[in-house]
């Protein structure tokens, strides 16, 4: 079983940072792509950032420029740094892992965590 544990989300004013960090664990043979995403009150969930084990990125249009996506592939981690946040990045942020493990790849999915910036 393979799990994936969230942490770093919080409360911050408007022009603040904050950095997310998941970590995946369990029997795990090799991860392919993480990523970020989010899902806003009302609203449908989206990607944010996504890496692959290359360290190829990718990010959506209204994050370009204010985060950034790394992971550390020895731990099994991934990050996202988020700066110059704005009331409009207020979700639940959620990261998501290509797993293999033994012969079965699947896309797994932490719980979630909350990152609310104030006005």
């Known amino acids: 079983q393979v799990q994936l544990v969230e942490s770093g989300g919080g409360l911050v004013q408007a022009g603040g940072s904050l950095r997310l960090s998941c970590a995946a664990s369990g029997t795990i043979t090799s991860i392919n792509t993480m990523g970020w995403y989010r899902q806003a009150a009302g609203k449908q969930q989206e990607l944010v950032a996504s890496?692959?084990?290359?360290?190829?990125?990718n990010y959506a249009d209204s994050v370009k420029g204010r985060f950034t996506i790394s992971r550390d592939n020895a731990k099994k981690t991934v990050y996202l740094q988020m700066n110059s946040l704005k009331p409009e990045d207020t979700a639940v942020y959620y990261c998501?892992?290509?797993?293999?493990?033994?012969?079965?790849?699947?896309?797994?999915w932490g719980q979630g965590t909350q990152v609310t910036v104030s006005s």
């Open positions: 890496i692959t084990r290359a360290g190829s990125t």
């Open positions: 998501s892992a290509d797993c293999v493990s033994g012969v079965v790849r699947y896309d797994y």
